[in-house]
Structures are given as C-alpha cells and as structure tokens.
C-alpha cells in the first residue's frame, strides 16, 4: 500500500518561498512518477509539477514554471517542491501524488492514484 505523508505547508507573504517534502513508502512500480498537486477554495484539483522516478523528466504548470522547483535525490529520497516568488494565487491546499508512469507519456499524464492527506499553503497579500 502506498503511503504519502506531506510535510512544510505553512502562511507566508507575498513574494516569500516554502518548500514541501513529500515522502513515499510501498511504491512497487518500475515506472513512477510523484507529483503535486493544489486545491484552492471552490477550485477543482491542478497538477502543478511532476517528475519521474529517476528524476530524469519534470513537467510544471504554466502558472508555475520559473517559480516552483520540483525534485528529488535518488528514489529512496523524499520529493520536494520548492516554491519560489509565491503569490495570493497560489493559496491552496497542496497535495502529493504518485502513480505509474507508462512508457511514452509525459510526467503530467501519469496515472496519480495514491494521494497524501494535503498540507495548507497560505501566501498573505
């Protein structure tokens, strides 16, 4: 069973960073990949960044590219989303996420299937 415990949420001022860790247990495919998502009040779900097991391939929303840094070590290591320059807009509850990666498609179209329980990112105006 695959367990994804977040962890670094928190209220910052605009133009502050945090960084989320992600850490995994009990993932058994060959093919992963982890990624963040984010759900802000009266919002659906978005994919906000990704990346493979191997940490090879990323993918990032467009609202978050050259802001928010996604990445990990090795595969035994936790992932991290570092988040840069935040905004009001990025208020949301962020959430982790991993599931198997077919052959062929992009990190952000992996089948995410396991979820963390969401920690709340606050960024003040």
């Known amino acids: 069973q695959v367990q994804l415990v977040e962890s670094g949420g928190g209220l910052v001022q605009a133009g502050g960073s945090l960084r989320l860790s992600c850490a995994a247990s009990?993932?058994?495919?060959?093919?992963?990949?982890m990624g963040w998502f984010r759900q802000a009040p009266g919002k659906e779900r978005e994919f906000v960044a990704g990346?493979?097991?191997?940490?090879?391939?990323?993918a990032y929303a467009d609202s978050v590219k050259g802001r928010f840094t996604i990445s990990r070590d090795n595969a035994k290591k936790p992932v991290y989303l570092q988040m840069n320059s935040l905004k009001p807009e990025d208020t949301a509850v962020y959430y982790c996420?991993?599931?198997?990666?077919?052959?062929?498609?992009?990190?952000?179209?992996?089948?995410?299937?396991?979820w963390g329980q969401g920690t709340q990112v606050t960024v003040s105006s």
């Open positions: 009990g993932l058994t495919f060959s093919r992963y990949a």
């Open positions: 990346i493979s097991w191997s940490g090879g391939s990323t």
């Open positions: 996420a991993a599931g198997r990666l077919p052959y062929g498609r992009s990190v952000m179209g992996a089948d995410f299937g396991s």
